[in-house]
């Protein structure tokens, strides 16, 4: 299994980027896809889930109204949009997959977890 995360950079605060993750070696529909972040010295933490089929979405109260996050089973990809931008956004962000949503309440539920994708925000 492979989750390649992309898009990652250096924006203003205010910005906006996107993130897409690519996945490949497993039933992308048979999963719930997400994203977490790590900034440094802090622990990871979930920004992100939505379900099998899209239709549901889940976001940390810290990004709520700032990120969207949707996915493509037809391309085996999830996306996150990321709007205003703040520093404390600085962080690496990973994809993930769980079989649930549950699996995004820590990270430890995570079956798999993709490379990690480096996002700088400036004040």
């Known amino acids: 299994v492979q989750l390649q995360a992309s898009g990652g950079g250096l924006v203003q605060a205010g910005g906006s980027l996107s993130l897409s993750c690519a996945a490949s070696g497993l039933t992308f529909n048979g999963y719930f896809m997400g994203w977490f972040r790590q900034a440094p010295g802090k622990e990871r933490e979930f920004v992100a889930a939505?379900?099998?089929?899209?239709?549901?979405?889940y976001y940390a109260d810290s990004v709520k109204g700032r990120f969207s996050i949707s996915r493509n089973n037809a391309k085996n990809a999830v996306y996150l949009q990321m709007n205003s931008l703040k520093p404390d956004d600085t962080a690496v962000y990973y994809c993930?997959?769980?079989?649930?949503?549950?699996?995004?309440?820590?990270?430890?539920?995570?079956?798999?977890w993709g490379t990690g994708t480096l996002v700088t925000v400036s004040s």
């Open positions: 939505v379900s099998w089929g899209g239709g549901s979405t």
């Open positions: 993930a997959a769980g079989l649930t949503g549950s699996a995004f309440k820590d990270h430890y539920g995570i079956s798999y």
